[in-house]
C-alpha cells in the first residue's frame, strides 16, 4: 500500500499483520488536509469504508443505522471527527476492522480539543442550549497521550506505534476456546431440560458458535430465534461451511437448523428442538421468560459489551429468573476473540475512550455513606469516578450505549447526584433539567410547528392537557437511579431520590420520570408521592413494558390534579383495548391512587344476592366492574386468585377462553366456582 511522503505506515501494516492485530491511527489537522492523506492511504485498496459528511473523502458515507456498519470487513475504516463524534457510530466502525488493519480516525490538532466542538455537539444539546466545549472531546485528549495508538499530524510530529512482533507461539490459537465451549454445550444439551446462558463480549465468535453447535449435532433440530434474520447469518454461514453446502444468505431453514421470529416462535408447539436465541438482550425480558417457560432446551447468547448497547443489565435481571426457576441453569462465556488476535490494542483503546471496559465494584457490605453532587467537571477530572458513574448506568439499563457517556459528560443541564462510601459508588441519581421555554417556543409548540430538541417532560405534559404552565416552569426530570445490585432493596433509592428532591426544591417548579413501569417501580414512585398521569401505548421493544409518566409538583397542583383525574378517568376504558394483558400487579397498583368511593347499599344488597344464587353471577359482573373501580383497595385482600380473575376477566375484559387457559382451569363449570368464591370474598370486605 502507497502511503504518504511525509511518513511511511507500511512498518505498522506489516507488524500490525504479523500480529494478527488492529490499531487506532489519529489523523490531526484540518479536514481537507486529512482528506488529502487518507484518498492516497486508500489509493491502493479496495477494502475501506468511510464515514463523513465531506465529499472530499473518497467513498463518502455517512449511514443513519449501525447494522448498516456492522456485519462488514475492511483492512482500512475512516471516521471524520468534523462530521460529528457520535459514539455509537465510532465503536460500530471499530468492529469492521480486520486482523492487519487500521481506524483512522479524523481529528483537529490534540492540543485544540479542549477547546474544540465538533458538529454532533448538537446531538447533545437541548433546545435554547449553546455549547462552546466539549468535556468528552477534552478527556480524549487526556487518554489518547495514554493509548497504544499512533498519531499523524498536519503540523507537528508524527507518532507511530509500532509493536514488538510477536512469539509465533502466540499466534493462531483464537479457536480454542470457542471449540472448547461447543464441546461442552453439546454435553449440557443431552439433557432433557437444560438453560444455558452465553455471553461474550463483540467478535468472540458467538454467533459463528451456534452454527458450529449445529453442525456438530446433525441428528438434532434446532430453531435459531432473533428479533431480525440478518443478526444470525453469521450462524447459517458456518453451518453450511462446516457441513460444505451452499449458502445464499436468504434460507431461512438450513440442513438441521431453522430461524423463527420470537414472536411466532413462542406459538408453535415443540417438544424437542433445542432453541437458540441470539442477541437475547435485545428481546423482551418477559419473551425470553416464556421462552425458557414453553421450551426445555436452550441457549440465551447475547453481547455483554458491544455498540447497541450493554447487555450487563440484561443477564442480571434475567439470571434471578433462572436462579430461582431452574437454578441448574449453567452460564458459559466466550473471551478470546475470533478475527484478531488477543490483547488488540484497537479494542484495548475502543474500550478505554468508551469505558466499555469498566466494572462496577461495590464494597462488601454497607457502612457509612454520604451523598454528594457530581458535576461534569468532577467526571472529567476524574477518571475511576466517571468510569464508577458509567458502569452503574449499564448495570441499571440494559440499553445504556455509549452515547450516554458522551451525553453524561457534555449535557449542561443534567445533574448527577450521588451515594459513595470513602471511594465507591454505592448510587446515582442522573436528573435532567427542563422547560423555561420562550414564548416563541412555545407558541411553536401549540401550533404543532415544531417539536424542540430535549424538553422531554414538559413538553409530553403539555400535549397531555394543552396548558402552558409545563412548558414555561422549570422541571427535573428523573432519567435514571441506578442503586449497587448488592444494596438494592435497602431504601437507598428512596433516600437518594430525598436528597436530589431537597438539592433542587428551590430551583424547579415540579419534578417527574418517565420509565418502563412495572409493579415495583411504580410502587418506589407512589411512595415518594408521585402521580401516574400517563401510560404509553406501546410496549417496549426491549423490556415489553409500557412507558409511565409520573409527576410531583408544589407549584403547579391544579394542573396535576387535572392530569390526574383525567388519566383516572380513560384508564378504566384503556383497560378493556390496549391494556388488556397489562400484569395483574401493575393493574391493581394504578388503580390504588384512585379516590375511593364507598359502596351503596343497593349495590351491598345485590352482591349479596349474588352469594346465594351463584347462577346470576354472570349477569352481576358490571356491578363487579362498578365496585371494583369504586373501592380498588378491596382487591388488596381478596385471595391471590380472585385477585387475578377480577383483574383479567371483568376489568380487563378477557375471553373465558383466556382466562381457562392462564388459569390452568378445565372446565367453565370450575370458572364459575372460582366466580362464587370471588363474589363471596368481596361481599366479606364490604
Known sequence: MQDSKKYNLEALFERLTFNQHRQLVLFCGSQKWAATELNKLTRKTTSFLTL???????????????????????????????????????????????????????????????????????????????????????????????????????????????????????????????????????????????????????????????????????????????????????????????????????????????????????????????????????????????????????????????????????????????????????????????????????????????????????????????????????????EHLLRQAFSLLVLAHYQTSVNDLRQLLDQPENKLFAIKQQNHLLGICLVSIEGVLNADSIAMIAQQNRRPKGHLLPQQLYHLLQQDAFLSHKAARVVRIAIAPDFQSQKLGLQLLNYTEQQLQDEVDYFGSSFGCTAKLLKFWQENEYQIVKLGFKQDKASGEYAALVVKTKTLKTQLATLQALFESQFPYQLLSHYKQLPYELVLCILLSRPKIEASEIQKQYLQSLTTQPANIEQGLPQIWHLALQRPDLLCNLSAISQRLIIKLVLQNNTKEVILSDFELHSKKQLNQQLHNLVTELYVQI
Open 52 to 382: 463523513s459528511k465531506e465529499p472530499a473523502f473518497k467513498q463518502a458515507q455517512w449511514p443513519e443505522h449501525l447494522h448498516q456498519i456492522l456485519g462488514q470487513e475492511f483492512e482500512v475504516a475512516i471516521y471524520d471527527g468534523y462530521s460529528g463524534v457520535i459514539p455509537n457510530k465510532l465503536a460500530a466502525l471499530s468492529g469492521t476492522v480486520k486482523a492487519g488493519g487500521i481506524l483512522a480516525l479524523v481529528l483537529p490538532e490534540l492540543a485544540q480539543l479542549n477547546s474544540w466542538c465538533d458538529e454532533g455537539i448538537i446531538t447533545w444539546q437541548n433546545h435554547q442550549q449553546s455549547l462552546t466545549t466539549s468535556p468528552f472531546l477534552a478527556r480524549w485528549q487526556r487518554l489518547f497521550a495514554q493509548l497504544p495508538i499512533s498519531i499523524i499530524s498536519e503540523t507537528n510530529d508524527t507518532r507511530l506505534s509500532l509493536p514488538d512482533l510477536k512469539p509465533a507461539s502466540e499466534l493462531n490459537h483464537r479457536l480454542g476456546e470457542q471449540d472448547k465451549v461447543i464441546e461442552t454445550l453439546i454435553r449440557l444439551l443431552t439433557k432433557s431440560q437444560q438453560h444455558i446462558l452465553l455471553t461474550a463480549d463483540r467478535g468472540r465468535g458467538k454467533s459463528s458458535a451456534l452454527g458450529l453447535l449445529a453442525s456438530k449435532m446433525p441428528e438434532q433440530s434446532f430453531v435459531i430465534c432473533a428479533r431480525q434474520y440478518q443478526a444470525v447469518k453469521s450462524s447459517f454461514t458456518h453451518l453450511a461451511k462446516a457441513l460444505g453446502v451452499d449458502y445464499s444468505g436468504n434460507e431461512k431453514t438450513l440442513a438441521n437448523l431453522r430461524f423463527c421470529p420470537p414472536d411466532k416462535l413462542l406459538q408453535e408447539n415443540i417438544s424437542d428442538d433445542i432453541i437458540l436465541v441470539d442477541e437475547a438482550a435485545a428481546l423482551p425480558v418477559p419473551t425470553l421468560i416464556k421462552i425458557a417457560e414453553k421450551f426445555k432446551r436452550s441457549v440465551f447468547a447475547s453481547t455483554l459489551v458491544g455498540y447497541e448497547g450493554n447487555g450487563r443489565g440484561y443477564t442480571l435481571r434475567f439470571k434471578r429468573f433462572l436462579a430461582k426457576h431452574y437454578p441448574t441453569y449453567q452460564q458459559l462465556t466466550l473471551n478470546a476473540p475470533i478475527r484478531y488476535e488477543q490483547c488488540d490494542p484497537l479494542e484495548s483503546s475502543i474500550n478505554k475512550i468508551f469505558a466499555l471496559d469498566a466494572e462496577f465494584n461495590a464494597p462488601k457490605q454497607l457502612e457509612q455513606f454520604e451523598f454528594t453532587h457530581i458535576t461534569s467537571e468532577d467526571l472529567l477530572h476524574d
